[in-house]
């Protein structure tokens, strides 16, 4: 499940639940369809009521930073239980200085 | 080392299934007392696997996932992911994390990571044209 909200030519999207790769192809065109829409400097992913995430979650993040790429706009993700942490740390993505 | 405790699931291979799979995975070391990190810990290396299954092993192809999940007298807990689709090619590959081959679909390349950095041991077995097990072992209640 997920809630946008956009504000300040910022798009939030509250993404709740469990982030596999069954919900991350739903949540993935949701996001991108608002996106497109609506051009946002900034794309917040909050994913403080995300209770699950595997690698998937991973993959959502890694195409969203690109897709905002593309766009012109940038990528931020923000409110990461600290149990979720710890797949984002393996992959690399503190890198792209898009976390927290 | 005496088995204890065993059970058997298969089910099609759809990405609906995945929380099904996880779930029941971790219904069943339910009794050895689990912390909340060890459940989590197993419910991501399950997902990470049975994910492969439907989108590396059948290709998004309908197939059959099996789980055959085992305890030992000493609380470690083997799961073995089985599917009879394309088999990989080159396991070390294959483990590399950051390799995928299917980039176009957003995959990051790190299920085996995952599995493995969330398990005590991975195996994997594979046959190209037979199919591919995965076994994650890890011992339940190691720090409590």
Redesign the interface.
């Known amino acids: 499940m997920i809630k946008t909200e956009f504000e300040n030519n910022i798009l939030t999207a509250y993404l709740e639940g ?1 982030l ?3 919900s ?2 739903r949540i ?1 065109q949701r996001i991108d369809c608002a996106a497109r829409s609506l051009r946002p400097k900034t794309l917040c992913l909050n994913f403080e009521k995300v209770s ?5 979650g ?3 993040v ?2 969203r930073y690109r897709q905002m790429k593309l766009l012109g706009g940038s990528l931020k993700v923000t409110c990461v239980p600290d ?1 979720i942490y ?2 984002f740390a ?3 993505l503190e890198a792209l200085g898009v976390l927290r | 080392m005496k088995t204890v405790n065993q059970m058997r699931l298969s089910f099609p291979s759809k990405s609906r299934n995945e929380a099904f799979a996880r779930s029941a995975v971790s219904s069943f070391v339910t009794s050895l007392d689990p912390t909340l990190n060890e459940l989590n810990d197993l419910k991501t290396a399950v997902s990470e696997a049975v994910t492969n299954c439907i989108v590396h092993g059948y290709r998004r192809q309908s197939g059959t996932i099996y789980i055959y999940a085992s305890v030992k007298e000493d609380n470690t807990l083997t799961v073995k992911i089985r599917d009879k689709g394309v088999g990989i090619e080159d396991i070390s590959k294959a483990m590399e994390p950051l390799f995928t081959t299917s980039p176009g679909e957003e995959r990051a390349g790190l299920g085996f990571a995952v599995m493995q950095s969330f398990c005590d041991r991975v195996k994997v077995s594979s046959q190209v044209g037979r199919g591919t097990t995965v076994t994650l072992i890890k011992r339940i209640g190691a720090n409590g």
């Open positions: 469990e596999d790769h069954d991350a192809c993935r699950f995430m595997d690698s998937s991973v993959g959502l890694m195409g149990s710890r797949i393996m992959s690399g």
